[in-house]
């Protein structure tokens, strides 16, 4: 750092008053213009330098051309969550320049591309103007990648502004480069001749500035999609049929990148034991799967909501047929083509109950990236045990955006093919088996995989009525019987599935339940709320059926707010839906508007919730314990 640039920041911090670490950042630029990999630099090099970040990508559904935002949020106390407000503003658009301008709170920042000639016309924030065309002539860059390394004037001109190590920027794009030293330092060097050119012509009033920390020791940065991925190798997928589809295509497309890596036969190292297709639509994907799983491999697919509306077909033939499936839901905002690059949570009474007839669906949800990985393994082997599709639900929020993560941990359980029976168990037997048939009482039957050579090991896989022994039938007590142990295999699901998350606090008498992406603004908010005299408990729903702990949840707190990213408050109905006798003690608090949930929302919505319903008491009670802060 320069001795001009050190001597103004102090100034503007004995001036102004530094806020350090704790504000967030928003780039405007184009969709395709390779801001991206500015903003991943940056989000990367704030990260390295100890200080807890996130980012969110706002980007359109076409391929170029459109207004796109990425907002990194700086949190030395590890807020995660979106912030709705804007302290610094990058503007290198001129469709979104007054938009831009409008949202930088009093007193930010607002950077601008000097050629945007367009008037400021706003006294209370700083305005830094930068020459990003003359920086970009002068750094010799070809004339085709003029465009995308533009956009690292604003990484130059932010290092110096807000104080971020030049080295943890390099050390970013090393990474993103994977080491090239040409791509390296073409960027870098733009990066340094607009640092260098902020020292000697902007003076800082701001109050903005980061200042290294160790708050992400111990912490990798990663997407859910790639997380699944992993987590769906280490789990031994052995097939993987999937359509292209926002948000869910980075998944599939990560599988293809790491299968090749990790997953290579060791006694014939040119042999794959893997395969990837990429079916003509989703119908084709499943179907695939189906027949995979059903051969005795380790069968997925991933997609989104109109995909899965496709795919409802084949799913309730797996679930009849009660062939082991994995099928990831990566969410986006519905219904029909919907927002394809917007988030939600908007499919978990559709998956619930998929396909027609008498049909529940096994769920997982994860909350943290940590647990796409994690889910990504544990759900082959809940597929197995029960042989029933497995639906995960995550959403873009995790699908598609930077989080801090513990690292992946190995799966610490062997694998679980379930009840199959190979040769010996067959003459162990004398031939005696039902495919069909509940042996054990819990609802699960015995299988057999294509290849056990044993005479009686075959039968005949159907979707239509059937008795124990996969024999064709319409008897009605048969299929009464049918139907009755498919709902006692659900019950038993819930002792194979992972229990849900419960953080409590001192004489909380309020309750929180949500699921997934919505937790970390749910936790942010819970602390806002502990600060103003409100205890809450939280729970965090992680797969369906319910264990017996949610409704346990429920019956230890007088009012339970559901929180969730849904017009129709989803999980508020299949809470309701399982708990007849509890549901007055529940309040829907359910929202969408394609963006991630932020923690004033949620703090917010939760002490306004007793002035909107006709609940005298819950008002009585919830004035009394404002009254007492």
Known sequence: MSATQTLEQDQAAQTKGSVVNDFSITVGTVNGSGSQTSNLTILRALFKMGIPVSGKNLFPSNIQGLPTWYTIRVSKDGFLARREEHEIVVAMNPATFAKDLAGVLPGGAFLYADDIRLAIGRSDISVYPMPVKQLVKESGAPSELRDYVANMVYVGVLAWLLNIDLDKIYQALNFHFKGKPKPIDLNFGVVQAAHQWASQNLTKTDPYRVEPMSATEGYIMADGNTAAALGAIYGGVQFAAWYPITPASSLAESLVEYLPILRKDPEEPGRNTYAVVQAEDELAAIGMAVGAGWAGLRAMTSTSGPGLSLMAEYAGLAYFAEVPLVIWDVQRVGPSTGLPTRTAQGDLTFV????????????????????????????????????????????????????????????????????????????????????????????????????????????????????????????????????????????????????????????????????????????????????????????????????????????????VYVVEMNRDGQLHQLLTLEYPHLATRLRSIAYTDGLPLSASFVREAILAWPNKVEDLESKQKFASLMAEE
Not at 423 to 452: C, F, H, M, Q, S
Request: charged residues 25%.
């Open 352 to 559: 619930s109950f998929i396909g027609h007839g008498d049909t529940q669906s096994i769920i997982l949800l994860p909350g943290s990236v940590n647990e796409c990985f994690e889910f990504g393994w544990r759900a082959f082997d809940i597929a197995e045990r029960l042989q029933t599709p497995v639906f995960v639900l995550s959403d873009l929020d995790f699908g598609m955006n930077q989080w801090m993560t513990e690292p992946f941990r190995y799966p610490d359980t062997p694998m679980d093919r379930g009840k199959v029976l190979w040769e010996e168990d067959l003459e162990r037997l004398k031939g005696e088996w039902a495919r069909y048939r509940d042996v054990d009482g819990d609802g699960i039957p015995y299988r057999t995989l294509p290849g056990n050579r044993h005479p009686a090991a075959a039968y005949f896989t159907r979707g239509t009525g059937h008795d124990e022994n996969a024999r064709y039938s319409e008897d009605n007590q048969v299929w009464r019987d049918l139907l009755a142990r498919l709902k006692r295999k659900f019950e038993t699901a819930r002792q194979y599935l992972p229990a849900p998350e419960v953080d409590c606090m001192d004489c909380a008498q309020y309750g929180i339940i949500a699921f997934g992406s919505t937790t970390p603004a749910i936790q942010e908010a819970r602390h806002h709320l502990a600060q103003r005299g409100i205890p809450t408990d939280y729970l965090r729903v992680r797969a369906l059926p319910f264990a017996h702990e949610v409704g346990e949840f429920i019956s230890n707190h007088e009012i």
